[in-house]
Each structure stands twice: as C-alpha cells, then as structure tokens.
C-alpha cells in the first residue's frame, strides 16, 4: 500500500531540512509535490516496499578464496604475503624495514605484538587525540587491521574499528601495510555488503590509489598510499 | 570564471565541427576502444550472473523511482538521525544559493572538489566565483579541464579528448596560476603526470577546510552516502575538511544498504573496467573524531521530476553514470562529448539533456537524432535503460511540437549534416545487427539480453535509409 501520495504532512517538520531561520523550507514540499504529481500512473495500491530479488551469485570465484584474494591484489599493483599467525610481528618488522620507515601510526586497537622486534617508532592516534594532517603527512607509514576482505575485487575494507582508526591516517601517509586474517575474507561483494555496517564510515580499498584519466591507462598513486602491502595471515601450520 | 556549454551550437552543426578534428578524434577512439576491451573482460568475469545484476539493478531503480517520494522523506529522516542536514533545491540556482551560504557560513573562500556530474550541470563553479569562493577540482580529469579552461566531453573522463602531450602542456603553462607549479622538466609520461597533480594538490587537501562532491548512490534505510573513485582525491575531500557539502540528484536514491550487493558490482565493471575501483568512501552523517564534523546534504530536482513525469522518458533517470554507453556508441566515438553541448554526453545525454532542460532549444530538440538507432548503448547500460526506446519517443515529441512543416525542417537539417559527414557517413555504411527499429521490448527476464561482449560498433541501419523509410512512412 503506498502511504506515500496521501498528502500527509511530515511528521519532522524544519529539524530536518531548515535552513538557519526556517521551518519546513518551501522547496521540500515542492518536489515532493512534483514527485506525486510526476508518479500519478503509479497504482496507489502497488506495494511501496520490495522484496529484494537476490537471485545472483554470491561470489564468482575461480579457485581457493585465499589464492584468488591474493591473485587479485597482485593484479591491482598491492604487495602480498601470505604468513602464518606466529609469524606476524616478525614480518611487519620486515616490511616496514624494506621500506625504510622509521616512524610509523598505528591505532590504539593494533595489538602490541604486531610492533614486537619492529625498529620503527610507533605513533598513536585516536578519535581522541588525533595527529594533526600535518604530523600524519610526514610519517613514513600506517599499520592497521581490516574488517572484511573481497577476493574476487582484491578488495580490503576498514571500517573505523580501534584496530583501523580514523579515515585518516590510512590516507595521508604513502605507504599502509594492512594486516588481514583469513577468516575476514570473503568470497564476492555482496557477502561482505551483508556483513558490514553502514552506521560506520566505510573505506574500501583495492589496490593502491590509481588514475585512468590519461588515455584510460591505469597508473598507480595519485593521491591516496602508493604502496599498499596486505600481509594475509593463516593459522600457523 | 570556466568555460560553459552556453552558445554550443546544436548538435548537427557541432558534431561536423569535432568531427573535423583529427586528434580529438584519434585521441577519443583509442581511449573508448580500450575502456570497451577492460570492460568486456570484467563483465565476462561473471559469466551468466550479469545479465540477473543487470535485472535486479535496473528493477531497484525502477521501483526506487516509482516510489521517490517516499524514499526522499526516509532519505531526510535516516541522514537527519546520523547528525546530517538536508535542503532542498528545485533548481540550479536555489542549489548554488544554497551551498554559496553554506560555503560563506564556514568563513572560507577556498573549496576542494570532487567530481560531481550534479555539480557540473548546475555550474556551481561559477556561481561561486561570483561570490568570491574559488572552487578547486581534484579529479586528476577535472584539474585538467579546469587548468586547460575547456569543457568536460566524458562522464567518466572528462579530459578524455585530451592526450598526454596535451595534458602536460597544460599543467606546464597553468599550475602555477593555480597553486604549486608543475615540476620543471616534466614530461608527457602518465605516471610523471599523476604526480604531478599528487605536489600540486598535495598542500591545498590538507589545509582546506570546506569540501563539496556529489555522490554515487544514497541509501534512504540507513542515511549513507557512497561515492566510488580511483585518486584518493575524493578520500581526501570526504575525510580531512570540517565541513563536507553533497549535492545529490533525487535519482540518486536506493532503497535499502542491501541493494549495495548489486550496484557495486554492476558500476565498477561498467565504468572503468575494473572489478573494483581503488577507492570507495561510504558515510552516514557524521561520526564523532573521524572526518567532517558538519554534513549537508542538498538534494537537487533540476527538471528531474520533469523526467519523472514522462513514463517512458523516466528509465532515463536509472541511471548510474557509467559512461558505457558512451564509449560503446559510434556517434560519440566520432563526434567527441562537446558535441553535445551539456555536461551529460552519448546516448544518455541525448536521451537526459532534453528531458531536463524541457526541450527549450535548437540544441536539446536536435539530440534526440543524435543517434543511428543501433542498440549497443542499451546492450551495455547495467540499469538496462532502452535508450533507443525513449530516443524514438523524444523524436515522435520533437516533431509533434514543431508541426509537419517544423518536422521536414529538422529532418532535411539532421540528414544534411548527418550524411555530408564523412566519419558518420562511414559509421553508418557499416554492416549493423538487423535490430528493430522501434525496440519493443522491456527490462524484463535475463534471457532476452544478448551477450553483451559481442555488441557491434556499428549501426543496424544507416541514419539516411532509416530517415528515407521513416519518412516515407509517414507520408
Ligand atoms: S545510461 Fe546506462 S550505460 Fe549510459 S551512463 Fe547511464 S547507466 Fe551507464
């Protein structure tokens, strides 16, 4: 039943569209008019809620979930390593030694191993006390977690956790080392649509920042990191 | 103050001037040729289950337009709960009233950018340049244009008529005038290009303080906005600033964060030929410590109930912004997006332009024949539009308005042009797939839809017999 074209009043009134003096401003309820008016073929009785029809796949991977992750992310210029649980902070120690970086942020929900026998300093930031843009652009790098990987899309996705931290500091500095556990990663996008929250500022991520605006050709780094290095974590053996 | 589709002259005449334009048009036909290839290659990816995205794709929209008003009041009420404020603009120029205030309220007179058809179609840039706010484009595409003073020609890519040699031309002579210069010794490299628009912006994302973009999709059940892009310039324009402004077309609803499973597959692989792009920013109002910590959102109409209201015309406002069907078309390929004279150009603008700006020119009543009528643009589109369908429909509109004697005025006009061109001349000539002039057919099950890998470039009918018979017919 559509409810919608009765002519009813907004039950909000200004709190939601006002400007700085006004109620409810005029232009709302003069698109809203239009939209009726434009919608008067549509049967008032035609169902203004729809069953969503789900009736694709799921996924569309070729082969093992974790080896096309991996496939993919190389396929998007990412740098990979597949490394078992025990062997974490050793590799994080390595990666940001070849990458020379010397300091480094990382949010507060980033475990303390992870920085066990690495050489670079580690630099916190929170909602709370953030790094100025300032600070975050002349660190060397970020470490963070994820909340959910796409291996078909070679997709990383944060979501803001206290182990991803503010959209920020995964922006600003030019190289993120993510660190992603098998168990986060799905096979295709519309399962990790169902498992994220949309409440949460979302960033996802697949490959290192990228242009296609000269001759259509894709080129790594423009803005965003221009290394991303994803370091996929499996039981240990 | 930029440059503007104001005085372009009507297709006919604009399309035989690009047309004319060798580069532009080698420039064109390599780069549509290639995102064609990227695109066919990803679709393909998904085999079968395409042509099902496709279905549900195109049916959520529908029933997202069939039921706007309503997805409109939910839309304010989720982004109001999440700490957001809406406005409403009826037009372009309530639109740029209110993001000029916005803008003015803040205290600042710099802004960044990022790519925003909305926009673009009500020329804010301008508007706010005569309030003393100088906007500043971040797509690497945009700065382009912006820097070169020229004219978008592509949705996606709107320097796409510009080569690398071009293009660092222009960064050379005007980056300076702009902000931090281009690196001396620069050459045409892509990859020296894109860092040079990394130094040039570099310092301008992190001190400013207000930003304005569009969005790609909203969700009316949870209040999320979601852009996708590639740069990360749309990440440092939706994450650093305090103050985040989006202009958003009604059209632009979802119904509920579900139907993300759908269109985040079908406009990754539609646009830029890539399973997913680099970058997608997904909001909901504001969230405390991370990111703006003020949210407008404006809602623009701009003609678009206008479109609402012609039910064979609305499926144009499916649309997702793709650009498929522009690089797919064989008009576009050989007349360039100026041609157009809007900032929506290919089939899409010929069908959406004229529908928005409610026929009122030379210009909009001559792009529903911008077209041979040759199908790939709807084989392509992921919200299945029929853009033939509803070219067909403006033309039968065109020719009503204009009398019988206004009708062979603009049919002796569009042939003359359309068949003394030889670059249309020889797309025309080609060999086509037979398809119906008049597509009867609707969206409907995922069986009726050819593989879309295989759509030819070429027109079912040359633009001159199909305009012989049509003719004749009617007489
Ligand atoms: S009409 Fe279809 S193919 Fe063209 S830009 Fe819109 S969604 Fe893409």
Known sequence: ?237 | MSATFLGIPPFPEAARAAVDDSRTRHNLRRATHTIRDKRASVVGELNDDWQLLRAEGAAVKEHTLRHLDRYLEQLEESVTRAGGRVHWAADAEEANAIVTRLVKATGETDVVKVKSMATQEIELNNALAEAGITAYETDLAELIVQLGDDLPSHILVPAIHLGRAQIREIFLDQMAEWGTPAPPGLTDDPRALAEAARLHLRERFLRTRTAISGANFAVADSGTLVVLESEGNGRMCLTLPQTLISVVGIEKIVPTWSDLEVFMQLLPRSSTGERMNPYTSTWTGVTPGDGPQEFHLVLLDNGRTDVLADTVGRQALRCIRCSACLNTCPVYERTGGHAYGSVYPGPIGAILTPQLRGMSSAVDEALPYASSLCGACYEVCPVAIDIPEVLVHLREEVSAGRGHLGEKALMAGAEAVFSSSRALGAAQRAAGLGRNLVPGHLPGTAGEWTDTRDVPDVPAESFRSWWNKRGKGQR
């Not at chain 1, 843009?133 to 990383?156: Q, W």
């Not at chain 1, 500095?173 to 986060?184: F, G, S, T």
Request: proline fraction near 9%; hydrophobic fraction near 40%.
């Open chain 1, 1 to 237: 039943m559509s409810a919608s074209r009765t002519g009813r009043t907004p039950g909000r009134g200004g709190a939601a569209g006002g400007g700085p003096r006004g109620p409810v401003p005029s232009s709302r309820e003069r698109i809203l008019g239009r939209v009726r008016a434009a919608l008067a073929d549509v049967p008032s009785d035609e169902p203004a809620v729809r069953a969503p029809g789900r009736g694709f796949a799921d996924s569309h991977a070729a082969g093992p979930t974790l080896d096309v992750f991996e496939d993919r992310l190389r396929d998007y210029k990412a740098q990979v390593r597949r490394v078992p649980a025990d062997r974490v902070a050793a590799e994080v120690a390595a990666a940001l030694d070849r990458r020379g970086a010397q300091r480094v942020v990382a949010p507060p929900g980033v475990p303390d191993a992870w920085f066990d026998g690495a050489a670079a300093e580690r630099l916190p930031d929170s909602r709370e006390e953030p790094l100025s843009v300032g600070d975050l652009n002349g660190v060397d790098g970020v470490v963070t977690g994820c909340s959910v990987a796409i291996a078909e899309t070679g997709t990383i996705v944060l979501d803001g956790s206290p182990d991803q931290g503010r959209r920020a500091i995964t922006l600003v500095p030019d190289y993120h080392l993510c660190v992603v556990r098998a168990e986060q990663v799905v096979d295709g996008v519309p399962q990790a649509v169902r498992l994220l929250d949309p409440a949460r500022p979302l960033t996802w991520i697949s490959g290192p920042s990228a242009t296609s605006d000269i001759e259509l050709n894709r080129v790594e780094g423009v803005h965003g990191p221009r290394t991303l290095e994803v370091l996929l974590v499996e039981a240990a053996p």
